[in-house]
């Protein structure tokens, strides 16, 4: 059986991973290895590795220091994950490990599998963010990795553009849009069951990250957003708390206090991934600057105010609304979302992240026919035409 290692570090990556990880754990001819580290072991972030452990068998845990908010502490973080993922994937003796995206973790999962000579498989590459650290360290995944799954043909060039072989790049679309079809959401009235309050006229979701390349402090982005929402009491406001970036504890701090002092907020560290596309479907609209406002809530036909430059070059449907960090483009921008004009435009919205095929058995398939022996000796292909 090839031996096939699947890495998570946070809620959204597992979400994105779930699909490919049941067909993996099904599938006679391959044995799943699950290493789950970051965020999912930590208890400030909603210990969602319990979430998993009701799915599938976890191989290893790895928990990592994320509670200060410092770079140094993402650095030591990534030292600690590549000691102990040396041992891990040693005694695990895996044949390749996948891996999704553009953190921090996942660097150093590629930089360990690579010493340790393990085909690495990487989801999503060739995606531009360029208002955020991740972007540097995506191209560096990319460059360490042998097998790439992107999520559409202009990011398929855009690896091919970096000199990587063309048997090795396969657009597949984006694994978030299958889950999606899939998943059997849940009704109005399981779902307010579900988050323990009534649904209002109006309704927003609200997502934000550290943008870690903004001059502004994460406490003066977030400051932005919230003096945005102040004044929206005949709206519910459902915050999902930010991810293990640096700055990350003080927005969710922020949001805590925000819920204290307003009767019409919530907030859930994670709501899990049927409770967020079940809410996607109630809500007027999505804010904030999480990927998943790209690549996942277009196909909802419903729009998303995409704050900052923290998503800054990724393909877009027309439903996606750019704002910068501050109070008035954002009210602006909510102001939009319940116009003749916006709504007209949801019913013609195309998902540009969508793919006509079942994306992760397309990644099942690659993952046990290709050749092992030919996946590790690299060679840089260099384009001779821009449309190869």
């Given amino acids: 059986m090839r031996k096939i290692a699947l890495v998570t570090a946070t809620r959204a990556e597992y979400g994105l991973l779930k699909p490919l990880i049941k067909k993996v754990d099904a599938d006679a001819n391959l044995e799943l290895q699950l290493i789950v580290t970051g965020a999912h072991l930590s208890q400030s972030f909603g210990n969602t ?3 998993i452990e009701k799915c599938f068998t976890i191989s290893a845990k790895i928990p990592l220091p994320l509670e200060e ?3 140094q502490s993402n650095s030591l973080a990534m030292a600690k994950l590549q000691t102990e993922l040396t041992q891990t994937l040693t005694e695990l003796k895996s044949d ?3 891996i999704l995206g553009d953190r921090y973790e996942m660097l150093s999962v590629a930089a360990t599998a690579t010493i340790l000579h393990i ?5 999503h590459g060739g995606e531009v963010t360029q208002g955020a650290m991740d972007d540097a360290l995506r191209h560096a995944i990319t460059k360490l990795s042998h097998l790439h799954f992107t999520a559409t043909q202009e990011y398929k060039k855009r690896v091919l553009q970096m000199g990587e072989e063309p048997w090795r790049v396969h657009n597949i679309g984006a694994l978030g849009i299958e889950n999606i079809k899939k998943l059997k959401l849940l009704n109005r009235e399981e779902f307010e069951e ?4 009534k649904l209002k006229e109006k309704n927003l979701l609200i997502t934000y990250h550290p943008e870690t390349l903004a001059a502004l402090s994460p406490k003066e982005q977030f400051q932005e957003l919230l003096d945005a929402l102040e004044d929206l009491d005949d709206t519910l406001l459902i915050f999902t708390k930010a991810n293990a970036d640096t700055g ?3 927005i969710n701090s922020m949001i805590d206090t925000f819920i204290s002092e307003h009767t019409n907020a919530i907030v859930f560290t994670s709501l899990g991934q049927l409770r967020y596309f079940s809410a996607i479907q109630y809500v007027d609209g999505v804010i904030g600057n999480s990927s998943s406002g790209i690549l ?11 704050i900052g430059k923290r998503q800054e070059g990724r393909l877009q449907a027309v439903s996606v609304i750019n704002v910068s960090i501050d109070k008035q483009s954002i009210q602006k921008a909510i102001a939009q979302i319940y116009t003749p004009t916006l709504q007209e435009k949801l019913q013609h919205n195309i998902n540009p992240y969508e793919s006509s095929h079942e994306t992760s058995q397309q990644i099942i398939e690659v993952l046990k026919s290709v050749s092992l022996q030919d996946l590790l000796i690299k060679k840089f292909h260099t384009i001779k035409d821009c449309n190869e």
């Fill in 49 to 51: 590795y319990e979430e």
């Fill in 69 to 71: 908010n410092r770079p």
């Fill in 96 to 98: 390749i490990v996948v």
């Fill in 119 to 123: 085909p690495i498989a990487h989801i």
């Fill in 194 to 197: 579900s988050i323990g309050i």
């Fill in 248 to 250: 990350g504890t003080i």
């Fill in 296 to 306: 996942e809530v277009p196909s909802f036909q419903k729009p998303t105010i995409n």
